[in-house]
């Protein structure tokens, strides 16, 4: 996955901003020629804030999953909103992400595989999107579901 921008500096010349994504996970941001390497701030999701100085212009490239921005002088380019910081997905929810993952899929499979990946998706949206109690809420529930239907089946069986 490749992007392309152009930035104008304060002087008026062209800088060229390009992110590339490896094809083992990697991902890289050259400005002008130089390269550097970018680095994800959570195991999970693969997100990355990387500031770039142009003189007379302060740029951030933000890249959460496939969702690849960049910010000017504040500003997003693709719809002028404002640049805000991504938020670190707290400890406590990479955890509970985890224990619902290694439960569903022990117990129910690729079924319950299936359901936890769409609720952990809805879960990194959430916790995204600074509506962190949502998010605990959305896995605790999905916890509490498993171990009801598990003990069920094994009282019936």
């Not at 955890?95 to 439960?103: E, P, T, Y």
Request: glycine share 8%; with cysteine; hydrophobic share 55%.
């Amino acid at each position: 996955m490749e992007r392309v921008w152009t930035v104008t500096d304060s002087m008026g010349n062209l800088h060229q901003i390009m992110f590339k994504r490896g094809a083992f996970g990697g991902a890289k941001c050259i400005v002008d020629g130089d390269t550097y390497k970018m680095k994800s701030k959570n195991w999970v999701i693969w997100m990355a804030d990387h500031q770039i100085s142009i003189p007379g212009a302060e740029c951030n490239l933000v890249v959460i999953g496939n969702k690849i921005r960049l910010a000017v002088n504040g500003t997003y380019l693709e719809d002028g909103t404002p640049y805000e910081p991504i938020r670190n997905i707290p400890v406590w929810l990479n955890v509970l992400v985890g224990i619902n993952a290694v439960f569903a899929v022990f117990m129910y499979g690729m079924i319950g595989l299936a359901i936890a990946v769409l609720l952990d998706l809805l879960t990194y949206k959430m916790a995204l999107s600074k509506k962190v109690n949502v998010a605990m809420i959305i896995q605790i529930v999905l916890l509490v579901v498993l171990v009801l239907i598990t003990v069920g089946v094994f009282m019936i069986a």
